[in-house]
């Protein structure tokens, strides 16, 4: 069956990243693509590397424009999405990558975000270990998917197997995180042009103020963790595309790094996009970039008395546009792994 698609916020990074992916998907057809500034203009001029998408014109981003597909990819700034989805059938897919439907809890949306909230949508993790199962069985059947953020994403992924088997302490959990600037968006901002980011690293949302802490502490919550305390610092480093996560929590008494690593192993198992490495070995952002995975390493640093986990993804695969497709294929029936791939692009 060949689903029609259309795809709002095409002229930007997340955009660009699904439909890059779909390009590839045998049972999605991108038939709209939608913008605001760059309306009028064909999407190849605005993103030159798909060139199989040649002939298609980027229309307004409106509901009546997107209406009458079958599968709507929201890829547009925060705030933007919640007023234009309720416009849409209820009989439509439709998946929010931005982070209008993730918080279930209005005080969070009020202190990280602001403006009007939004009620929450299914999360789009499917491999996120819940205290019974994995959020893979909510996706089933559903027509509304929050496509999760990529910092949250790379950090519960990374530590959630942990909360799972009651193996860590959830209220002392520290994660530093080396990002590319994509994650920011495709806007002119100073602080993201390459002079002033190449040969340089800096910290930024320090402080507990980073919007995707309290996305983290409400999956580690549905991990099985009664309370849960975060503290994220994400920092800018110069490469495009990427995030390496170093997760840190304390560990309960008894708690080896073989325990560890077969609770991580376990959770993960059966997860093609998942992957948890051997002993001894640790990812790098290089060996994701392009692919839908999440590539995880541990171990124990046995005088702090923690488990130290590092996370390796590309946050415009598996941080955003990837979880989305592989969301979408799972609420429509179709093989979770269609159209997307577990090999990166080297060098």
Same mark, same amino acid.
């Given at each position: 069956?060949?689903?029609?698609?259309?795809?709002?916020?095409?002229?930007?990074?997340?955009?660009?990243?699904?439909?890059?992916?779909?390009?590839?998907?045998?049972?999605?057809?991108? =038939?709209?693509?939608?913008?605001?500034?760059?309306?009028?203009?064909?999407?190849?001029?605005?993103?030159?590397?798909?060139?199989?998408?040649?002939?298609?014109?980027?229309?307004?981003?409106?509901?009546?424009?997107?209406?009458?597909?079958?599968?709507?990819?929201?890829?547009?700034?925060?705030?933007?999405?919640?007023?234009?989805?309720?416009?849409?059938?209820?009989? &439509?897919?439709?998946?929010?990558?931005?982070?209008d439907? =993730?918080?279930?809890?209005?005080?969070?949306?009020?202190?990280f975000?602001?403006?009007?909230?939004?009620?929450?949508?299914?999360?789009?993790?499917?491999?996120?270990?819940?205290?019974?199962?994995?959020?893979?069985?909510?996706?089933?059947g559903?027509?509304?998917?929050a496509?999760?953020?990529?910092?949250?994403?790379?950090?519960?992924?990374?530590?959630?197997?942990?909360?799972?088997?009651?193996?860590?302490?959830?209220?002392?959990?520290?994660?530093?995180?080396?990002?590319?600037?994509?994650?920011?968006?495709?806007?002119?901002?100073?602080?993201?042009?390459?002079?002033?980011?190449?040969?340089?690293?800096?910290a930024?949302?320090?402080?507990?103020?980073?919007?995707?802490?309290?996305?983290?502490?409400?999956?580690?919550?549905?991990?099985?963790?009664?309370?849960?305390?975060?503290?994220?610092?994400?920092?800018?480093?110069?490469?495009?595309?990427?995030?390496?996560? &170093?997760?840190?929590?304390?560990i309960?008494?008894?708690?080896?790094?073989?325990?560890?690593?077969?609770?991580?192993?376990?959770?993960?198992?059966?997860e093609?996009?998942?992957?948890?490495?051997?002993?001894?070995?640790?990812?790098?952002?290089?060996?994701?970039?392009?692919?839908?995975?999440?590539?995880?390493?541990l171990?124990?640093?046995?005088?702090?008395?923690?488990?130290?986990?590092?996370?390796?993804?590309?946050?415009? &695969?598996?941080?955003?546009?990837?979880?989305?497709?592989?969301?979408?294929?799972?609420?429509?029936?179709?093989?979770? &792994?269609?159209?997307?791939?577990?090999?990166?692009v080297?060098?």
């Amino acid at each position: 069956m060949t689903y029609s698609v259309a795809i709002a916020g095409a002229s930007g990074y997340a955009g660009g990243e699904v439909l890059r992916l779909l390009a590839g998907h045998p049972e999605f057809e991108v =038939r709209t693509v939608t913008a605001h500034s760059n309306a009028g203009q064909r999407l190849v001029d605005v993103q030159p590397h798909l060139r199989s998408y040649g002939d298609l014109v980027l229309q307004d981003t409106t509901a009546k424009i997107l209406s009458g597909h079958d599968v709507v990819f929201l890829a547009l700034p925060h705030g933007s999405s919640g007023v234009l989805a309720a416009q849409l059938s209820a009989d &439509t897919l439709v998946i929010d990558c931005g982070a209008d439907h =993730r918080l279930e809890d209005k005080e969070d949306w009020d202190a990280f975000y602001g403006g009007e909230f939004n009620s929450a949508w299914t999360y789009g993790i499917p491999e996120l270990p819940l205290s019974s199962g994995s959020q893979r069985e909510f996706l089933a059947g559903t027509k509304r998917i929050a496509a999760p953020g990529c910092n949250a994403s790379a950090i519960s992924l990374a530590i959630a197997p942990g909360v799972q088997a009651d193996l860590i302490d959830a209220v002392d959990i520290v994660s530093v995180l080396s990002v590319g600037p994509s994650g920011a968006g495709k806007s002119l901002k100073v602080d993201l042009l390459a002079s002033e980011i190449m040969g340089s690293a800096s910290a930024y949302a320090v402080g507990g103020v980073h919007r995707h802490t309290p996305e983290i502490a409400q999956n580690l919550r549905k991990a099985g963790a009664a309370e849960v305390s975060v503290s994220m610092t994400p920092v800018l480093v110069p490469m495009s595309r990427g995030i390496l996560a &170093t997760t840190t929590a304390r560990i309960k008494p008894g708690v080896t790094l073989e325990k560890l690593h077969a609770a991580w192993s376990a959770a993960y198992a059966n997860e093609p996009f998942v992957q948890v490495l051997p002993l001894g070995q640790f990812p790098r952002t290089a060996d994701t970039v392009g692919a839908n995975t999440c590539l995880i390493g541990l171990a124990l640093d046995e005088n702090a008395g923690r488990v130290v986990v590092i996370s390796a993804l590309d946050n415009l &695969t598996k941080g955003t546009a990837g979880a989305a497709i592989q969301s979408a294929n799972i609420a429509l029936g179709i093989p979770e &792994t269609t159209g997307l791939t577990t090999n990166g692009v080297a060098p």
